[in-house]
């Protein structure tokens, strides 16, 4: 039977999200094509260090503990490198014995075109031009900001928290704020559309799916007494009173409930990120995620008005 991608959370995943490519890049840039291959040829078993998105992907392969025969989330590398170039980061994944066994070698194709074949819902790149090219076509996708965090081993916990307009909902709302300047008109806004929920954004998909992993990692704990579920999922929007309230009756239409939210009504998001210290923070406007990237590994969705 072919493998089934449709119910598990599948994430695609540039290299340049994964590991470290600095050394990498720079001789590709300043040296070209033939002296690129030529280094990672000569370094092809020298593995390459964790990049920003590491912690989240080898935490997020750790629950497939749950059901090792049925495992509810798949990686799959989408690398911009030719397979003679891409041997060195599949050497690398070996190496930091993370479960990903499938991958695309493009040879400097797009990596877009293949997230509706693969039931990609999240692909993760640092290559900015990538991921507004998804976007644009309407995929799910986040440019992984660069970032100096060093994972913390002493949990097992897999933090993922997320804002809220731009990201799991679409911009009608932030639309009003950005055409008036108003907060006003905002609240009253969403004050009256309380009841209706807000469309789709870019993650929703991908929100659903982790919300479905929760499940089955209550699952498993109430099965097995000595497991301990993982994943927490949190909301970190600068909306407050009154418009929290849409946000709340969106995610129940949806089916979902996160473990913490915040509604911050403008208090820098930094100030709790760093207390709540998500493995990735995804955002949708640079000037949150600014100073968020300097402690904590951030993730720009290139969505809506704030991003036209």
Do not use: C
């Not at 390459?48 to 392969?61: C, E, S």
């Not at 559309?193 to 789709?200: L, S």
């Not at 007494?225 to 929290?244: E, G, M, Q």
Request: a negative charge; zero cysteines; proline letters at 6%.
């Amino acid at each position: 039977m072919p493998y089934d991608l449709e119910n598990r959370l599948v994430v695609g995943l540039a290299s340049s999200a994964l590991f470290d490519l600095t050394e990498s890049d720079k001789i590709f840039t300043e040296q070209g094509t033939h002296a690129y291959r030529e280094h990672q040829r000569a370094n092809e078993n020298e593995p390459l260090k964790p990049g920003t998105a590491f912690p989240f992907i080898k935490r997020l392969l750790s629950i497939n503990e749950i059901s090792p025969d049925n495992p509810p989330v798949e990686v799959v590398l989408l690398s911009r490198n030719d397979p003679d170039t891409g041997l060195r980061v599949m050497n690398s994944i070996q190496h930091h014995n993370l479960q990903i066994t499938r991958a695309a070698f493009l040879q400097g194709k797009f990596p877009y075109q293949y997230i509706p074949a693969l039931s990609i819902s999240l692909f993760l790149s640092a290559n900015e031009t990538d991921v507004k090219n998804a976007i644009t076509a309407g995929h799910p996708a986040g440019q992984v900001l660069d970032s100096k965090h060093t994972d913390e081993t002493d949990d097992n916990e897999l933090r993922v928290a997320f804002d809220f307009d731009g990201v799991l909902a679409d911009d009608e709302a932030e639309s009003i704020y950005q055409n008036t300047n108003d907060i006003t008109k905002f609240h009253e806004h969403e004050s009256n559309k309380v009841g209706i929920p807000h469309n789709p954004g870019p993650l929703k998909k991908f929100l659903e799916k982790l919300s479905k992993i929760q499940s089955d990692e209550e699952e498993k704990a109430a099965a097995d007494d000595t497991y301990k579920p993982k994943l927490r999922i949190s909301i970190v929007t600068a909306r407050n009173a009154p418009s929290h309230e849409r946000v709340i009756s969106t995610m129940r239409s949806w089916g979902i409930t996160v473990n913490e939210a915040f509604f911050l009504g403008g208090i820098e998001k930094s100030r709790v990120l760093e207390v709540l210290k998500p493995h990735i923070f995804f955002d949708d406007q640079r000037t949150h995620l600014e100073p968020a990237s300097k402690i904590l590994p951030s993730v720009h969705i290139p969505f809506g008005i704030k991003n036209i």
